[in-house]
T-cell receptor, first 115, second 117 residues
Framework: AQTVTQSQPEMSVQEAETVTLSCTYD???????LFWYKQPPSRQMILVIR??????QNATENRFSVNFQKAAKSFSLKISDSQLGDTAMYFC????????????FGTGTRLKVLA | KAGVTQTPRYLIKTRGQQVTLSCSPI?????VSWYQQTPGQGLQFLFE???????NKGNFPGRFSGRQFSNSRSEMNVSTLELGDSALYLC????????????????FGPGTRLTVL
């Protein structure tokens, strides 16, 4: 069975600084997707960034980038130039590319950006 | 395109009662998943429906059940409520598993906050 672990329950960062959120996962699958979702306070969860496991190049979306280490089963999220609007819960998620299409989420990291 | 909607947004029930939550997916999405979110536990997967069939199921007791209608709208039912069922229940829709689907992204609704007294 797949598992996703986020070992940092809470983090804080100064505005304009860079922060990295950690995520590790466990799977015997070779093909899968990894995701970071953001849940702002009292607002809907949205997708931040997605990575296909077969792609070696790390995904990037504006100020958000990932460090995907397939052998180490690590998938960290880097937020550059942090903004107050980045304050949110961040969830790491895993999904196989075939079969059940079931998402496995981590327990989340609460990030607070300080002015 | 309208987003995922969930009704009601807030619900207060007492132990032993039952409750039904509703989710309307994005138009064209055939997959609807349900999650329970509690502090410290993150998102726990309840079940997923695709074209009116339960395609996946999490590790929740039989008190939790769901269904999907032909228009892809989904309902989740919890019977014999317990205090521990207090949580935010999230619904998410996607095109996952359909040919030409938009690539596995899940679109979440605002959730239903259930409080069991």
């Amino acid at each position: 069975a797949q598992t996703v672990t986020q070992s940092q329950p809470e983090m804080s960062v100064q505005e304009a600084e860079t922060v990295t959120l950690s995520c590790t996962y466990d799977t015997s699958e070779n093909n899968y997707y990894l995701f970071w979702y953001k849940q702002p306070p009292s607002r809907q969860m949205i997708l931040v960034i997605r990575q296909e496991a077969y792609k070696q190049q790390n995904a990037t979306e504006n100020r958000f980038s990932v460090n995907f280490q397939k052998a180490a089963k690590s998938f960290s999220l880097k937020i550059s130039d942090s903004q107050l609007g980045d304050t949110a819960m961040y969830f790491c998620a895993f999904m196989k590319t075939s079969g059940t299409y079931k998402y496995i989420f981590g327990t989340g990291t609460r990030l607070k950006v300080l002015a | 395109k309208a987003g995922v909607t969930q009704t009601p947004r807030y619900l207060i029930k007492t132990r032993g009662q039952q409750v039904t939550l509703s989710c309307s997916p994005i138009s064209g999405h055939r997959s609807v998943s349900w999650y329970q979110q509690t502090p410290g536990q993150g998102l726990q997967f309840l079940f997923e429906y695709f074209s009116e069939t339960q395609r996946n199921k999490g590790n929740f007791p039989g008190r939790f059940s769901g269904r999907q209608f032909s228009n892809s709208r989904s309902e989740m039912n919890v019977s014999t409520l317990e205090l521990g069922d207090s949580a935010l229940y999230l619904c998410a829709s996607s095109n996952t598993g359909t040919s030409g689907g938009s690539y596995n992204e899940q679109f979440f609704g605002p959730g239903t906050r259930l409080t069991v007294l």
